[in-house]
């Protein structure tokens, strides 16, 4: 899956067909009871009959899988989607490339001890950090460990840990960096969980590959923080 995403209002929608353009966007018909669908730019902004007809609206709407232009987090399914280093990458804008590289020297921070001045410039001992190269700017060096991150799986691609709350973390961790370095807007609460992800995953030298065995409290903390960072990066 590359991304996922909902349509549809507060009552019944069924979709009757999808299509998808060299880009990755998606476009779905189908019909609709719901008096408040979603519509941007629409032939048709509201329902065509009052709420005590049980009529269906058509529709036809584009799911727009763009990079992100400021302002919006996208997806962990954005972010695998448009890399270099793909199988599906043929026609795709090598974003996670670029966006590796326009972190610099500083790279993508997912484990570190060192709260350093915080995010994005943690301290030693750093355990894992993912970089882009200028010199390559569309084809980034760590863009394998980067997609197999987001995966939920060892950096190495050898072994899907999907269930792993260290894991899991990790994934909605880098999504959310690479989010702030696109340029999507940060938030205090949001800022917090990435330092607090950070520090936690190297308090258990998560290097990408393996990690010290976690607390039951430390393990509810970080399903806690994956849950905020998710929601960050699932933002309509």
Not at 173 to 183: D, W
Request: proline letters at 5%.
């Amino acid at each position: 899956m590359f991304y996922s995403t909902y349509l549809g209002g507060g009552s019944n929608e069924q979709g009757t067909a999808i299509a998808a353009d060299a880009s990755g966007s998606a476009y779905v018909t189908g019909i609709t009871l719901s008096t408040n669908f979603p519509t941007v730019n629409a032939f048709q902004p509201a329902s065509g009959l009052p709420v005590f007809f049980a009529s269906f609206d058509a529709f036809a709407a584009k799911i727009n899988n763009t990079s992100p232009s400021g302002g919006r987090a996208m997806t962990i399914g954005f972010w695998k989607n448009w890399a270099s280093c793909t199988t599906s990458s043929n026609n795709k804008k090598p974003t996670i490339d670029q966006t590796l590289a326009a972190a610099g020297s500083t790279g993508e921070v997912v484990s570190a001890q060192n709260p350093g001045s915080g995010y994005p410039a943690f301290a030693p001992t750093i355990y894992l950090r993912l970089l882009g190269s200028t010199a390559t700017l569309n084809s980034a060096p760590d863009c394998s460990k980067a997609v197999n991150l987001l995966n939920k799986t060892t950096i190495d691609g050898k072994t899907r840990n999907s269930n792993d709350p260290a894991f899991n973390l990790a994934a909605q961790l880098l999504a959310t960096e690479l989010n702030f370095t696109a340029g999507a807007a940060k938030n205090g609460t949001v800022l917090n969980s990435v330092n607090q992800a950070v520090l936690l995953l190297g308090k258990y030298n998560f290097n990408g590959l393996t990690h010290d065995k976690i607390s039951a409290a430390d393990t509810t903390t970080m399903n806690n923080l994956a849950t905020i960072l998710d929601n960050y990066n699932n933002t309509p």
